[in-house]
């Protein structure tokens, strides 16, 4: 898992190319498909509009971030089996130790898959209690042109592709900086059988309790 590192853009943003090499994403790829087989992916849709997103997400871990008519949340559930989410597996949580040594342990992991044409707009990662632990995001499969920009909307984004085995974290002032994914570059990897990119995100939802 060799790795350099760029944190020449925002404060806390640390981009990690190739940390999961080939050997490592084959692995956590079936650990995942077991996951799935548990929690199936379901579409989540936008609370106002009731407009389907474009990609398909699960979620592993104590909480899971779902989004339906009733708004953005953290639930125990999967909405749709209504089984708790199965755990987050130990590649992900050596991870976290890895690139966020000394706080809390994630709570939640979101998985999205994004097919060819998906995308996901400039957002901020705002539905936690608590914003002091990072956000740390895998990309397996096809390439993504991820765009970052600041905490408002006006404020100058830059683009970077994000290759399967990559990782990025938001810590810092770039926890709560806008986000997204622009597009899905297909054909890219041969990961995934049927393309496209799984994403997985880690995150931190209730503050840690005093010892």
Known sequence: MGRTVDRTFRDGFQ???????????????????????????FRPVMPRTGKPFSVRMSNCGPLGWVADHSGYRYQALHPVTGAAWPPIPPALTGLWADLAPGAPPPEACLINYYHADAKMGLHQDRDEQTFEAPVISISLGDTAVFRLGGQTRKEPTRSFK??????????GQARIAYHGIDRILAGTSSLLKNGG???????????????
């Open 15 to 41: 981009f990690v190319p190739g940390y999961f090499d080939r050997a490592s994403q084959e692995a956590l790829r079936e650990t995942l498909r077991e996951i799935l087989t548990a929690s199936p992916l």
């Open 162 to 171: 994000l290759s399967s085995g990559d990782v990025i974290v938001l810590g």
């Open 197 to 211: 990119q799984i994403n997985l995100t880690l995150r931190r939802v209730t503050a840690p309790t005093a010892a």
